[in-house]
C-alpha cells in the first residue's frame, strides 16, 4: 500500500482465498456471529506509527475498547485486573499499588517514545533518555511482590511464547502493559478483518490489485517485477528461491529457529463465560495461567518441547468491546494454548477445562467449537511453521538481528527482493512496521523515493 501509493504499479499475490494471513474473520458457526480467525486484539495496531499514519478511523475501521484491557485469574479468590483507567489499577494492587504507578507512569507519559523504540528497526539506539527509560523498566520488572502485579507481567510477558523469565519477554510486558493506559488493547468494530479489508481498500484506491487463491511457488514467477516484498517466514523464502540464494545467506536462513506453537479454539456460547469474578466480564482479554511461577513453568515446559498439564491460555472475549459481534444468546469466544512446537493436540478440552476452573459451568454454554492444532495451522498459512504464530521464535538474538543478522534484514542478497514479514524486525504483531521499514528500504534504494507524504515519521534511517 505504501508503494502504491508512492506511484508504483502493485500487485499481491496470496495463497489464500481471501486476503489478510493473521487478520482475518470468518463466520464459522453461524451467520450472525464473527470469529477472528487469527489475531482479535489489538493494542499494537492502536499504538503503532504506521497505524497512526494511516488513520485506521478515517478509513472506517472503529477500535472497540473495553473497560478492562487485560484480565488475569489467579485462583478462586483473586483476580488481577489491568483497567484502560491506570488509577483504578493502582488501586487493586495492594503493597505494589504504589509501585505499579511509579512503573508506569513514566511510560504512559513518554509513549510515543517507548512505542517507537519497542516497534524500532533495531538498527538504531532510541534517544538516550527513552534507552534508560526501558532498560530500567525491562530490569524493574522482577521488583513486583504481590501475587496479582506478578501475574500481570508474566502474563504479558508470555506473549512472546517462549522461556520464561526472559529479557525479551520483559521488553514486550513493557510494551504491552503501558499500552493497556495509553492508546489501549482495542477490538475492531466487526472483526480484524476491518483492517485487512482498509489497507487493501486503499491499496486498490492507489491502483494495486490483489490476487488470491495466487500460490508463488518458485520466485522466478515473479521475474517481471522490479522489486518484490515478500511477506514469508525464512522456511518460505527457502521454499520459494533457495537455489538462487548464496550460500552463506541460504545457510543462516535454514539456522533460523522457529518457537514453541499456538493450539487454536473458538467457541459458539450461550451467554457471557459465567466467570467466578464478574469483573471479568468487562475484560477483553484474559490471560489464564494463574500464578507468574505457573506461568513461567508452563511457558518453559513448552519451550523445551513438553505439553504443560495446565498450559497458559490467552483468551478473548470481543462482545466485552464490541456487541456487533454477535448476540446476546451467540458470542464468539476466542482462544488459544501453548504447545510445542508442531504440537497435533486438538486443545478443545484443554481450554475448556482452563476456562472452567474460574468459571465453572462453562462447558454448559458452549454450543459449538472449532479446533485448529498447532500443526495444521502452518496448512492455513505457511508463515506459521509448526504453529510458530512469530514466524520464526523470538529469543534474545532472533529479536535483535531479525530474521538474521544484517545492516538491514529487510533486504535479501538477491536485487530488488525484500522480507517485509513478522519474521524481521520489529517481529510478529499487527502492527505494518515491518513492511513500513521494507517499503522504506525498498523505495529509497530501488526507486531513490522517500516514504509517501504523512508516512515520513521516526528517525531518518540510513538505507543502504
Ligand atoms: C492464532 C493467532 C492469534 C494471534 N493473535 C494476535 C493478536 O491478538 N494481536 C496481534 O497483534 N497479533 C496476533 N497474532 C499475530 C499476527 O497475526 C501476526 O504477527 C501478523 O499477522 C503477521 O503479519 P505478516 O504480514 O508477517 O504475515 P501474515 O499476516 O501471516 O500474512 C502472510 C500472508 O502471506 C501468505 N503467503 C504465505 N506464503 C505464500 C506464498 N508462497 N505465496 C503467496 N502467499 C503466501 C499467507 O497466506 C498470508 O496471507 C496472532 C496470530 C495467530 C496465528
Known amino acids: ?48 506509527p504506521f497505524f497512526r499514519q494511516f488513520d485506521l478511523s478515517a478509513h472506517g475501521v472503529e477500535l472497540c475498547h473495553p473497560e478492562v484491557a487485560y484480565a488475569h485469574p489467579i485462583d478462586e479468590h483473586r483476580t488481577a485486573i489491568a483497567y484502560a483507567d491506570l488509577e483504578r ?7 505494589d499499588s504504589a509501585r505499579w504507578r511509579r512503573f508506569m507512569t ?7 517514545e517507548v512505542t517507537e523504540a519497542l516497534l524500532g528497526d533495531r538498527r538504531h539506539l532510541p534517544q538516550p533518555r527513552t534507552a534508560a527509560l526501558l532498560a530500567s523498566r525491562i530490569l524493574g520488572t522482577g521488583a513486583f511482590r504481590s501475587t496479582e502485579a506478578q501475574a500481570l507481567l508474566a502474563g504479558l510477558a508470555a506473549h512472546t511464547l517462549g522461556r520464561l523469565p526472559s529479557p525479551v519477554g520483559s521488553g514486550i510486558a513493557v510494551l504491552l502493559g503501558h499500552l493497556a493506559h495509553t492508546t489501549g488493547w482495542p477490538v475492531p468494530r466487526g472483526g480484524s478483518e476491518t483492517l485487512t479489508d482498509a489497507l487493501v481498500a486503499d491499496l486498490c484506491a492507489h491502483g494495486g490489485r490483489v490476487h488470491t487463491d495466487a500460490r ?25 528461491a533457495a537455489s538462487l540464494l548464496p550460500d552463506g545467506y541460504r545457510r543462516a536462513l535454514q539456522r533460523v529457529k522457529y518457537g514453541p506453537a499456538a493450539a487454536k479454539v473458538d467457541f459458539l456460547v450461550s451467554e457471557p463465560i459465567p466467570w467466578r469474578d464478574p469483573e471479568l466480564h468487562h475484560a477483553g482479554t484474559v490471560h489464564l495461567g494463574g500464578t507468574r511461577e505457573a506461568v513461567y513453568a508452563a511457558e518453559n515446559a513448552v519451550a523445551a518441547g513438553r505439553r504443560a498439564p495446565d498450559p497458559f491460555v490467552l483468551l478473548a ?5 464490541d456487541p456487533s459481534r454477535g448476540l446476546p444468546q451467540k458470542q464468539p469466544i476466542w482462544a488459544y494454548a501453548h504447545v510445542p512446537h508442531g504440537d497435533p493436540l486438538d486443545a478443545t478440552e484443554v481450554v475448556r477445562r482452563r476456562i472452567e476452573q474460574f468459571a465453572p459451568g462453562f462447558g454448559d454454554t458452549v ?28 529469543t534474545v538474538r532472533q529479536a535483535l538481528a531479525r530474521p538474521i543478522a544484517r545492516w538491514n534484514p529487510h533486504r535479501t542478497p538477491l536485487s530488488g527482493v525484500y522480507l517485509c514479514s513478522a519474521a524481521t524486525a520489529p517481529g510478529p504483531g499487527v502492527h505494518g512496521m515491518c513492511g513500513w521499514y521494507a517499503a522504506k528500504a525498498a523505495l529509497h534504494r530501488e526507486f531513490g523515493l522517500d516514504l509517501p507524504p504523512g508516512y515520513r515519521f521516526g528517525r531518518t534511517s540510513p538505507v543502504s
Not at 513514566?106 to 510515543?112: I, K, S
Request: aromatic share 4%; glycine share 6%; proline share 5%.
Open 106 to 112: 513514566p511510560l504512559v507519559a513518554h509513549t510515543d
Open 317 to 321: 472475549q470481543p462482545m466485552a468491546a
Open 216 to 240: 508463488v511457488t518458485d520466485l522466478r514467477q515473479l521475474a517481471h517485477a522490479r522489486v518484490v516484498m515478500l511477506d514469508l517466514a525464512p522456511r518460505g523464502f527457502l521454499d520459494i
Open 89 to 95: 489499577t493502582c488501586a487493586r494492587l495492594g503493597v
Open 1 to 48: 500500500m505504501l508503494l502504491a501509493r508512492s506511484g508504483l504499479s502493485v500487485a499481491v499475490y496470496e495463497a489464500a482465498v481471501e486476503p489478510g494471513g493473521g487478520a482475518r474473520s470468518a463466520r464459522l458457526f453461524d451467520a450472525d456471529v464473527v470469529h477472528d480467525v487469527c489475531s482479535a486484539v489489538h493494542p499494537m495496531a492502536a499504538a503503532s
Open 367 to 394: 454450543r459449538a467449537s472449532r479446533a485448529v492444532p498447532a500443526s495444521e495451522l502452518e496448512a492455513y498459512n505457511a508463515n506459521y511453521v509448526g504453529g510458530d504464530i512469530a514466524a520464526t521464535a523470538v
